[in-house]
């Protein structure tokens, strides 16, 4: 029934004004939320960092794995507790600060022995401060959302080839694969055929810092990872969407272009370096062209 009251009319445009202009200014007061969370697989969410980074949290039945620990400027710790009052494991699949940076928040984090110095020198405040400048163009979470506990003294422990997290239910496996960094790893979930990537398996992959390993060993690792690709059908990449198994041929035939040189060098900047980038099919590789 419609309600031809002038007065009431009135009313109703007065409220909804009134929740307009006080759901605005909570925003420009507070912002967007630091942390997004999906639920893209049962019990498993993707923490986005701000658009920084992707962390992943993977529940099992007994215990649940946070993979990666993004830029570190917020409260990560108390974000994954929202999401799970299991037992946790945390685990970063490389050492670089939009991976490890909130470590300091944690007990213990597993990382790969290569990568353990890099891991330990990226969560100082200074190192925190630095790379959120250069990713987030000096955008900082709200006053709510920082982390307010005592940083712990990190416990790093190494982790290898072939080591098993077992959550109950659901087990996921260690592969080295050195190229993007020399400890980076990569984690299988053996009962679900996910695979967990880091930066290893990105739209755009960087070769060019200074201690990614030569181009050739990182086509080693690719190929190694094209071996067993009946054994995912998914990869969650450490930034970006998810993307289809066969897209680690896709990077394969980019590296092999670059190493024989019948792929097109175009010049690539970025707040990292310089360097150059080739494309093949949905694949980018931005390599230094004296680490082939």
């Known amino acids: 029934m419609i309600n031809n009251n002038p007065q009431m009319k009135r009313n109703i445009l007065l409220i909804a004004c009134l929740v307009f202009l006080t759901v605005n200014f909570v925003n420009c007061q507070t912002g967007s939320p630091w942390f997004s969370v999906k639920e893209v697989?049962?019990?498993?969410?993707?923490?986005?960092?701000?658009?920084?980074?992707?962390?992943?949290?993977?529940?099992?039945?007994?215990?649940?794995?946070?993979?990666d620990a993004g830029l570190g400027v917020a409260d990560l710790a108390s974000q994954v507790k929202k999401l799970t009052s299991k037992p946790l494991i945390v685990v970063n699949?490389?050492?670089?600060?939009?991976?490890?940076?909130?470590?300091?928040?944690?007990?213990?984090?597993?990382?790969?022995?290569?990568?353990?110095?890099?891991?330990?020198?990226?969560?100082?405040?200074?190192?925190?401060?630095?790379?959120?400048?250069?990713?987030?163009?000096?955008?900082?979470?709200?006053?709510?959302?920082?982390?307010?506990?005592?940083?712990?003294?990190?416990?790093?422990?190494?982790?290898?080839?072939?080591?098993?997290?077992?959550?109950?239910?659901?087990?996921?496996?260690?592969?080295?694969?050195?190229?993007?960094?020399?400890?980076?790893?990569?984690?299988?979930?053996?009962?679900?055929?996910?695979?967990?990537?880091?930066?290893?398996?990105?739209?755009?992959?960087?070769?060019?810092?200074?201690?990614?390993?030569?181009?050739?060993?990182?086509?080693a690792t690719l190929q190694k990872e094209a071996a067993m690709i009946l054994q995912f059908t998914t990869i969650y990449p450490g930034h970006g969407t998810p993307l289809p198994a066969d897209f680690v041929n896709d990077q394969i035939a980019c590296v092999k272009g670059i190493l024989n040189n019948t792929l097109e060098r175009k010049p690539?900047?970025?707040?990292?370096?310089?360097?150059?980038?080739s494309v093949s099919g949905r694949a980018s590789v931005a390599f230094n062209p004296d680490n082939l």
Request: hydrophobic share 35%; aromatic share 8%.
């Open 93 to 219: 699949t490389h050492g670089h600060s939009d991976h490890a940076g909130s470590n300091y928040q944690f007990a213990k984090v597993y990382v790969h022995p290569a990568d353990s110095a890099a891991a330990r020198a990226c969560n100082s405040p200074e190192a925190r401060a630095n790379s959120s400048k250069n990713m987030q163009g000096g955008n900082a979470p709200a006053e709510a959302e920082l982390f307010k506990g005592k940083p712990f003294n990190t416990k790093l422990v190494p982790v290898r080839e072939g080591h098993l997290f077992r959550l109950g239910g659901r087990t996921l496996k260690v592969i080295e694969t050195p190229g993007h960094t020399p400890g980076e790893i990569i984690l299988l979930d053996i009962e679900n055929k996910l695979l967990f990537t880091g930066d290893n398996n990105n739209v755009l992959v960087w070769l060019f810092l200074q201690n990614c390993k030569p181009l050739h060993e990182y086509l």
């Open 268 to 277: 690539y900047k970025s707040f990292a370096g310089n360097s150059l980038v």
């Open 41 to 67: 697989s049962p019990r498993i969410w993707i923490i986005g960092d701000h658009g920084a980074d992707n962390m992943y949290l993977v529940e099992g039945t007994d215990s649940a794995l946070l993979i």
